[in-house]
């Protein structure tokens, strides 16, 4: 059975802290993404990365940084996290460009 | 662009059908359907390529007309687990021909008893 999975489902952070969600994969996928989901505004595409080493920003990388270092696993990085980055924020993977997505469970993170 | 998703909101009886529309402003070469139900990851359902294919999956299918632009998910004699939101995704087709990949904002659909 096909899985991705995040490191955490909530985490609850400071203003000006640096917040690291992984994510993991194990269908040896090239396609990882980020996504935040916010109410009214569906999934809004952060970061992308097609290759080990390779990113590509999204509709909305301010403030987010990420990092793929193994082809399994692909990090957001907030690094002074801020409240307007409260949200939930989804992993997906696929074989292919613009495959099927395969997500994960998701991270709700709330920055006070 | 974002693609525009109608209506924003559904609520159905058991057994009722229901239509969702995804529409953009740009030219488009595929679109993608997804279900999230609440508290959950949000699930493929299909995609349809750029040939006005459609495509079912069980009680559910789809149509893509690309000279408008537009897509639509028909589901039929909804059952209770359909309940969740549709977000539809839309990937860019002409010179951006496979580029842009954005979902729409959702819409929820809930079916009661």
């Known amino acids: 059975d096909v899985k991705v999975t995040q490191s955490s489902r909530y985490l609850v952070k400071r203003t000006g802290e640096k917040v690291f969600l992984e994510c993991v994969q194990d269908?040896?996928?090239?396609?990882m993404f980020w996504y935040r989901q916010d109410p009214g505004l569906g999934l809004r595409l952060i970061y992308f990365?097609?290759?080990?080493?390779?990113?590509e920003k999204g509709d909305i990388p301010e403030g987010y940084s990420v990092s793929r270092e193994k082809k399994e696993r692909f990090s957001l990085i907030l690094e002074s996290a801020s409240t307007n980055q409260t949200s939930m924020y989804l992993c997906?993977?696929?074989?292919?460009?613009?495959?099927?997505?395969?997500f994960g469970p998701g991270t709700r993170l709330t920055v006070l | 662009q974002q693609p525009v998703q109608s209506p924003q909101a559904v609520i159905l009886r058991e057994g009722e059908d229901a239509v969702i529309n995804c529409s953009s402003s740009k030219a488009l070469y595929s679109v993608h359907w997804y279900r999230q139900k609440h508290g959950e990851a949000p699930v493929f359902l299909m995609i349809l390529l750029k040939g006005g294919e459609q495509k079912g999956h069980d009680k559910i299918s789809a149509s893509f007309n690309e000279k408008k632009q537009q897509s639509s998910l028909y589901l039929t004699a909804s059952q209770l687990s359909y309940s969740g939101t549709y977000f539809c995704g839309t990937e860019e087709g002409g010179e951006n021909y496979g580029q842009n990949f954005v979902f729409g904002p959702g819409t929820r659909l809930s079916v009661l008893p």
């Open positions: 997906a993977s696929s074989s292919t460009s613009y495959n099927e997505q395969f």
């Open positions: 990365s097609y290759d080990v080493k390779m990113k």
């Open positions: 269908m040896d996928h090239e396609n």
